[in-house]
């Protein structure tokens, strides 16, 4: 690697001794916006055969794309101009700080803006250089957001953001360790997810091992576990911005917790108007009832007032139950099975009270319990904490990565000479 960074050094020693020119990203590029043709014409999506990307094309295929899960035909395109090969998509609202290099002539959808270089750069910018150097304007995209309705990059500044411009020797050498490296990263973090992957299922079986008993232990049912439990009716209640009272759903229940980095509310006055002497929250154990059925949370936070969609309440005895050995013992197998198993008329996953409240779980002695909870602490940590194993070894990787990037596309700026 330091064999590489020499040679670029020697380039702009070479090349560029005052510094490296900044262009105006508009300067550079010509900016349109993606769109999404009706989808209730069929003639607009039926056997079509122009790529039409979105964010999942990311997600699933990565950040350098030839083609798209899903495609239009030509009827679709507003005044039949597509967006030209070799452009760049970048996501400018809603899932903000996204982008891909696109290889292909396409269009987009509403949420990305796309660059693609003006005749007057074709011959100065490397669009795979544009590309890399992408990543650090994705960070300028999420520290220059505005949110109303659904968070949109602020474009005004959007447009003025420099980029450097070196020789287009330079940008070339750029590339190729970049090619280079994340080939290789690539090859690395393969392995290691594949490895990862391995450790996951090998937990899974333990875990379902330790929690598999026979006659020796008593069955209990949830309803005598507990010491309170109390449905949270659905409501639609208007949800405000920034304050009043946390609204759960499933997609807030992460690993087990409540994520209230993510969270929306309620006003106070409409959560007081539904609430209905619901209980205050004290360590307890909520689980999503309908949709994504079977999620669980443990709220360990004392005296929170909160509202939810569709969420059961549990207030476990702990003089019976190891609130963490329920929480093992809800994400096993034989769980997974049981909620599989629920549905309504609709195919939607469906619980009813009743349905919760009369599973049964196995309860060994409390001292038993915790050993096992110790037991598969260690084993969870080994397979997901990012901060130890092979979590954190990937996540280091990614961290080398980016630094090794963001060296190679750090540059002096050329001080302007006044006319």
């Known amino acids: ?210 929690l598999s008993f026979g006659e020796e232990v008593e069955f209990k049912d949830i309803k005598t576990l507990s010491l309170e439990t109390f449905w949270i009716m659905p409501a639609t209640p208007k949800f405000i911005a920034e304050k009043g009272i946390p609204y759960i759903t499933s997609k807030n229940i992460k690993g087990g917790n409540i994520d209230f980095g993510n969270i929306k509310n309620i006003s106070k006055d409409s959560y007081l108007s539904i609430s209905r002497n619901r209980p205050i929250l004290m360590d307890d154990i909520l689980i999503s009832m309908i949709g994504t059925i079977g999620e669980v949370a443990r709220v360990k936070r004392q005296d929170l007032d909160f509202y939810g969609q569709n969420m059961y309440l549990l207030r476990l005895d702990k003089n019976q139950i190891n609130i963490s050995y329920f929480l093992y013992f809800f994400d096993s197998k034989k769980m997974k099975k049981i909620f599989s198993s629920v549905k309504n008329n609709s195919g939607q996953g469906y619980l009813k009270a009743g349905q919760v409240e009369s599973i049964l779980i196995p309860i060994p002695p409390l001292e038993k319990q915790k050993e096992i909870v110790e037991v598969l602490d260690k084993f969870d940590a080994l397979t997901n904490d990012i901060s130890i194993g092979l979590p954190a070894e990937i996540k280091a990787r990614r961290q080398q990565y980016e630094y090794y990037r963001e060296q190679l596309l750090t540059f002096k700026e050329r001080a302007l000479v006044e006319k």
Not at 187 to 201: D, F, G, S, V, W
């Open 1 to 210: 690697m330091t064999k590489k960074l020499n040679k670029i050094e020697k380039l702009i020693i070479e090349l560029c001794p005052e510094g490296v020119e900044f262009k105006e990203l508009e300067e550079v590029c010509n900016m349109k916006n993606g769109y999404t043709p009706s989808k209730s014409k069929s003639e607009y999506w039926t056997n079509g055969t122009i790529p039409w990307f979105r964010m999942e094309d990311i997600r699933k295929n990565g950040r350098i794309l030839n083609d798209s899960i899903q495609h239009i035909t030509p009827e679709a395109v507003k005044s039949g101009k597509l967006f030209p090969a070799d452009s760049i998509i970048i996501a400018t609202s809603a899932t903000i700080g996204e982008h891909a290099l696109i290889k292909v002539k396409h269009l987009s959808n509403q949420r990305f803006s796309v660059l693609s270089l003006r005749p007057e750069y074709q011959d100065k910018i490397n669009m795979t250089y544009l590309f890399y150097y992408s990543y650090v304007l994705d960070e300028w995209c999420k520290n220059n957001t505005a949110t109303s309705s659904f968070a949109s990059v602020d474009m005004v500044g959007f447009k003025k953001f420099k980029i450097p411009v070196p020789p287009l020797s330079v940008q070339e050498e750029i590339v190729k360790i970049l090619d280079n490296f994340t080939e290789l990263e690539a090859e690395l973090e393969a392995e290691l997810e594949a490895e990862l992957e391995a450790r996951k299922k090998q937990y899974e079986y333990y875990r379902d091992e330790m």
